[in-house]
Every structure is written in C-alpha cells, then in structure tokens.
Nanobody, 119 residues
Framework: QVQLVESGGGLAQAGGSLRLSCAAS????????MAWFRQAPGKEREFVGR????????YYGDSVKGRFSVSRHKTMKMMYLQMDSLKPEDTAVYYC????????????WGQGTQVTVSS
C-alpha cells in the first residue's frame, strides 16, 4: 500500500504565495510521475501540474502556467507545489496523485488540502 499525504494548505491573500507538499510513504514502488489536481466547490476536478519522476520535466494546466511550479525531492519521495501570484479563483481543495511505471492513470491519491485565497 502506498499513501500520499498533502500539507501546507491554508489561507492566503490575492497576490500572495503558498507552498504545498506531498509525501509518499508505504511500500516502495516505481514512480513514473506525480501530479497536482484541484477541485473547487461545484466544479469538476482540474489538472494543475505534473512532474515526471525520473527526468523531472514538468507540465502545467493553462490556468496556472507562469504562476505555479512543481518540483520533487527524489530521495525523500516528496513533491511540492509553489503557488505564486495567487488569485481568488485558485481557491480549491488540492490533491496530489501518483502514477506507477506501467500504469495508465493516476492510481494513488491523497486526501486533499484546502487552499483559500481572499481578495
């Protein structure tokens, strides 16, 4: 069993910054990639960004490009989401997810952490 635990959510003002962390624990497995998603009330889950575990290359959703940055610490199996220039529309529950090598989808999810941005 693998578990993902997010931390670092909270309240920020528009224009401010927050940094989220995601810790992977449990039985070791081969990671292909990790990602961040978010879901605001009444809206569908939205892709935020992902990082390929071996190469470290990243890819972002259009709504966060240039403002958010995903990074990882391979040895510690940690992933981070640096969120800058926050907007009220970034308010959501943020989830981290992981995909194993050979998997066709994101197969492990965290419990989520709330981010609220005030105007």
């Amino acid at each position: 069993q693998v578990q993902l635990v997010e931390s670092g959510g909270g309240l920020a003002q528009a224009g401010g910054s927050l940094r989220l962390s995601c810790a992977a624990s449990g039985r070791p497995y081969s990671l292909y990639a990790m990602a961040w998603f978010r879901q605001a009330p009444g809206k569908e889950r939205e892709f935020v960004g992902r990082i390929r575990w071996s190469g470290g290359d990243t890819y972002y959703g259009d709504s966060v490009k240039g403002r958010f940055s995903v990074s990882r610490h391979k040895t510690m199996k940690m992933m981070y989401l640096q969120m800058d220039s926050l907007k009220p529309e970034d308010t959501a529950v943020y989830y981290c997810a992981s995909r194993r090598v050979g998997a066709h989808d994101w197969d492990t999810w965290g419990q989520g952490t709330q981010v609220t941005v005030s105007s």
